[in-house]
């Protein structure tokens, strides 16, 4: 399989097993963790955790509402090896994602 490691995070009182692995491209490495519980109505959880563990330059912003409150992020890469490992760790959230829901559900909606 695809996996690194495991691990299970609780989220709001659910919890979801994750796992990680790190990617690279040149000199860009991204450590990617992630995981879902499936689809549960209101206790659907989703975990997505992305570390910069290269040399590539990495922006991480808060995206706030009107109100102040956060609401997103938004992410920065400088250079193509940052784009191809960014590319790499989505893959890899895709994947791990899909085979977690549709376990529960018979399908992915991707």
Do not use: H
Request: net charge negative; hydrophobic share 35%.
């Amino acid at each position: 399989m695809y996996e690194v490691g495991k691990d299970c995070k609780c989220l709001n009182g659910q919890c979801v097993e994750t796992v990680s692995k790190t990617v690279s491209e040149g000199d860009a490495d991204f450590c990617i963790e992630v995981g879902a519980n499936g689809f549960s109505g209101d206790n659907s959880r989703v975990y997505l955790k992305l570390v910069n563990c290269g040399q590539s330059n990495f922006l991480v912003r808060t995206v706030k509402d009107e109100r102040n409150r956060p609401v997103g992020i938004e992410l920065a890469f400088d250079g193509e090896n940052a784009f191809a490992a960014l590319m790499k760790a989505a893959d890899f959230a895709i994947d791990v994602i899909c085979d977690q829901t549709e376990e529960s559900a018979g399908r992915c909606g991707i």
